[in-house]
């Protein structure tokens, strides 16, 4: 613990002044030599030169920096803020398109009445035969509304059974289980990887005839009606939740014409487009904002904060 001497300067002064980067880098330089370890001593610390004008400076800069400072918090809570309001307007609308009052006049029909649903390879098993390595999915590449396939892993399975989980073109994805509000999350398989199979703990949903389009069921099990329906059916405990095939099987479609299938997508597209554009925006704010402080500190220790 070091005192300062008060008589001479300002604790907020030196608070804000550990902070900048050259002060790190000081610190970092004396640190050097001392065993190999990432450490300074108390007799290294005292030795590290700091700017220190007269007190009366030291105050009116400090209040300076705590005045900018506030202003910096309060835009990163509105960013934040908009982050999360962003993220609930397409939600929002996917809730009013899916809602019964607006799909109430379409038939409806069990999942299972048109569509196959597979789950995938068990990993670990014992194989006895020939067998060929595949690329294979695992829950963490399937998002919600996209997939991750920035590391894929393979799997040796039977050379008899690879074809039973080929995933094809138009396969709607589906996690089994994970964080509560993430189950049922998933997307639609459009060949990105080829002769890639799946993993036993996501869904393969694959339509029995060309009356529903991949992406409408993806919009409507993803959207918060179809959320809701899965976290009311699933097995839940602390944090994490699960359904399985008997309760996804179970799940009520809605039914309208192609043509207004195309058009829903569409406008889900639409809007998504429009949020992923804010999203970016809202990124490229959240850069300069963690930029300014950095940069406020770097003047106000240089004497040409005003």
């Known amino acids: 613990m070091f005192a300062p001497h008060r008589d001479r300067v300002e604790s907020r002064w030196l608070h804000w002044l550990t902070k900048t980067p050259g002060f790190w880098a000081q610190c970092d330089e004396s640190s050097r030599g001392t065993s190999g370890k990432n450490r300074i001593r ?10 220190l004008p007269p007190l009366a ?16 918090r309060e835009a990163r809570a509105l960013r934040q803020q908009a982050a999360a309001e962003t993220e609930a307007l397409r939600a929002a609308q996917a809730n009013f398109i899916f809602s019964n009052s607006t799909l ?14 597979r789950s995938g ?23 919600d509304g996209h997939l991750r396939l920035d590391e894929i892993k393979e799997i040796e399975v039977l ?15 589906l996690t089994e289980g994970g964080d509560w509000d993430k189950l049922g999350r998933g997307t639609v398989w459009h060949n990105e990887i080829p002769n890639c199979i799946h993993q036993n703990h996501i869904f393969r949903v694959r339509t029995r005839s060309d009356e529903f389009i991949p992406e409408f069921l993806a919009a409507l099990i993803g959207s918060p009606v179809g959320k809701a329906y899965f976290q009311e059916a699933s097995k839940q405990t602390t944090n994490l939740a699960s359904i399985n095939q008997r309760q996804l099987k179970s799940f009520t479609v809605v039914h309208p014409p192609i043509p207004e299938q195309r058009r829903i997508v569409a406008e889900l597209d639409a809007l998504q487009t429009e949020v992923d ?16 402080l950095p940069a406020l500190l770097d003047r106000a ?5 005003l």
């Open 42 to 51: 108390p007799d290294q610390f005292l030795q590290i030169e700091i700017p």
């Open 57 to 72: 400076e030291q105050r009116r800069i400090v209040a300076r920096i705590e005045e900018l400072a506030a202003q910096i």
């Open 104 to 117: 109430g006049k379409w038939p409806k029909r069990r999942l299972e009445e048109i569509a196959e649903i």
């Open 121 to 143: 390879v068990t990993l670990g098993r014992q194989l006895v035969g020939k067998t060929i390595k595949l690329p294979y999915l695992r829950v963490a590449n399937v998002q």
């Open 159 to 173: 050379e008899t059974e690879a074809a039973k989980w080929q995933l094809l073109e138009g396969d709607l994805l």
């Open 277 to 292: 554009a804010l999203k970016r925006l809202q990124r490229d704010t959240a850069a300069e904002l963690d930029a300014l």
């Open 301 to 305: 220790f240089r004497g040409e904060l």
